[in-house]
C-alpha cells in the first residue's frame, strides 16, 4: 500500500484542484508533466530519494552545477547530496523560479500581517502531502523547492520581487527522474502576491507512458 496521497498511473492525468497538494512516487527513467491548463499558476514542487529520504532535491545544488538559477529545458535538477534527480526535457513557459523557499504562514504574516495567520499556505500543503510517510515539516526544506511556473525578478539592486506568472493556457513542463522519488506537490494557494496572478487555478500531472 502506497503512503501517497496518490498513484499516477502512466498515461492517465491527474487534476490537482486548486489550492490543492498531493503526492505520489515515481520510478527511475518515467517522465511526469505538469500542465498549467488555464496558465498563471504556480507549482511547488519538492521529492525525496525514495530509498532514503534524507537524499532531497536542492536548489543550490541545481543552482550550483548549472551555474545557472534559472532553470529550465535541458537542464538537470540535482539533490542535497548533487546526485541527479531530475532531468527538465521540456519546458513551454521557461519560468521557473530556482532560488528555494515557499509561501508559509509565518512568512505570509511577516509580509502581509494578520491577513497571513491561519491562510492556505505551500508549507502546509507540502507537510500535509507528505504525512503518509511519517515525514512532517522537519523533513524538507526552503532548498528542496523548485517553484515551477514561478516568475520572480532581481534589479540591479538587488531587489526581489515576484511578479505576475508567464505560463499560457497549455503550458507544460515534462521532466524526467533519474532516481526512483517521492514527489510533493503544492498548487499555491497564495493570493497575497502576484504569484498566481490573484486567481487560483487547477494543475494536471501525469506520469507519461
Ligand atoms: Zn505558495
Given at each position: 500500500m502506497s503512503r501517497a496521497t496518490a498513484i499516477l498511473h502512466p498515461g492517465q492525468p491527474v487534476t490537482l484542484a486548486p489550492g490543492g497538494n498531493i503526492s505520489f512516487e515515481i520510478e527511475a527513467g518515467k517522465k511526469l508533466k505538469l500542465t498549467q491548463p488555464e496558465g498563471e499558476?504556480?507549482?511547488?514542487?519538492i521529492s525525496?530519494?525514495?530509498d532514503d529520504v534524507r537524499e532531497l532535491l536542492s536548489m543550490h545544488s541545481s543552482r550550483a552545477v548549472n551555474l545557472n538559477w534559472k532553470l529550465t529545458a535541458p537542464d538537470v535538477l540535482y539533490s542535497n547530496?548533487?546526485?541527479?534527480?531530475?532531468?527538465i526535457e521540456e519546458d513551454l513557459t521557461r519560468e521557473n523560479y530556482c532560488g528555494g523557499g515557499y509561501?508559509?504562514?509565518h512568512?505570509?504574516?511577516a509580509r502581509y500581517g494578520e491577513v497571513g495567520k491561519g491562510a492556505p499556505n505551500c508549507q502546509s500543503n507540502l507537510e500535509m502531502a507528505v504525512r503518509g510517510y511519517g515525514m512532517d515539516r522537519w523533513s524538507f526544506n526552503v532548498d528542496a523547492c523548485f517553484n515551477v511556473f514561478m516568475t520572480v525578478a532581481y534589479d540591479e539592486n538587488g531587489v526581489w520581487e515576484i511578479?505576475?506568472?508567464k505560463g499560457k493556457p497549455g503550458d507544460y513542463i515534462v521532466?524526467?527522474?533519474?532516481?526512483?522519488?517521492i514527489v510533493a506537490i503544492s498548487n499555491c494557494p497564495v493570493?497575497?502576491?502576484p504569484c498566481n496572478n490573484f486567481r487560483l487555478k487547477p494543475l494536471t500531472l501525469e506520469i507519461l507512458k
Open positions: 499558476q504556480v507549482a511547488d514542487f525525496f530519494n525514495r547530496r548533487t546526485r541527479e534527480m531530475w532531468q509561501c508559509s504562514e512568512l505570509n504574516v511578479r505576475s506568472p521532466m524526467r527522474a533519474l532516481m526512483p522519488q493570493l497575497f502576491n
